[in-house]
């Protein structure tokens, strides 16, 4: 099932030298994420954006996308709809690779919210290690079988509200703990008082990230 979605090219107008790759969450789509980059594009001047609509119509809203439904919540109901929506994501990253020309150390994921879960569910399961992957406001959706199957170690960055009434804080740490026991490396920002979404704190750490993990 092939993606689309709004991109911006890079900032220095050659031909892109990274790639960031920006997740949306339940029942947005790529104009969402897509705001962001005007907002590093200085920081990341070589790099082009682009920010996909997910696969598939919101069930929950007359608008929207969604990367899985969300109408149970279940546990393995969750898991399944991460393991089925990966293979897509999986495509949508290789076919922005061989359109740019760029291996995969100079390709990032952003997430939000589902796009950070499928952020987390991807990268580490890719056999050559992305750049890194920053995901706000998310959570590891793992049974175990990450263990079995992890393939790389991409550097991680999660940025989480205190106050998140969607995906409680909590997640944070429990992401962390389970990530970092598999050797993968992970930073973390709290953003104090924020609900479900991102902040100036949190956009600014993000962009340092970035410009750290796609120097060129």
């Known amino acids: 099932m092939p993606l689309s979605g709004p991109s911006l090219p890079p900032a220095d107008g050659k ?3 990274a790639l ?7 029942g947005s789509d790529g104009n969402d994420l897509i705001g962001l980059a005007p907002h590093w594009a200085a920081l990341l001047p070589h790099a082009a954006f682009v920010s996909p609509n997910a696969p598939f119509p919101c ?18 109901r969750v898991l399944a ?14 076919e922005q690779m061989a359109l740019h020309g760029l291996a995969a150390d100079k390709v990032a994921l952003v997430g939000f919210s589902q796009g950070t879960m499928m952020s987390l569910h991807a990268a580490p399961r890719r056999k050559a290690a992305l750049a ?7 959570r590891l959706i793992d049974d175990g079988a990450l ?19 969607i995906v409680p804080y ?29 902040d100036p704190a949190g956009l600014s750490a993000g962009g340092a990230f970035l410009q750290k993990v796609l120097a060129v």
């Open 132 to 138: 890194g992957v920053v995901g706000y406001s998310g």
């Open 20 to 26: 960031v790759i920006l997740l949306h969450g339940l």
């Open 59 to 76: 069930d929950m809203a007359p608008y929207g996308y969604q990367w899985f439904s969300l109408q149970d919540r279940t546990p393995a």
């Open 170 to 198: 909590q997640s944070l740490e429990l992401s962390k703990t389970a990530l970092e026991a598999l050797d993968v490396p992970v930073e973390t920002v709290t953003c104090p008082g924020l609900g479900h979404g991102i």
């Open 147 to 165: 263990a079995r199957e992890i393939a790389s170690r991409p550097p991680m960055l999660l940025v989480h509200g205190t106050q998140d009434e």
């Open 81 to 94: 709809g991460v393991q089925a929506a990966g293979p897509i994501l999986d495509g949508f990253i290789d």
């Open 15 to 17: 031909p892109a030298r």
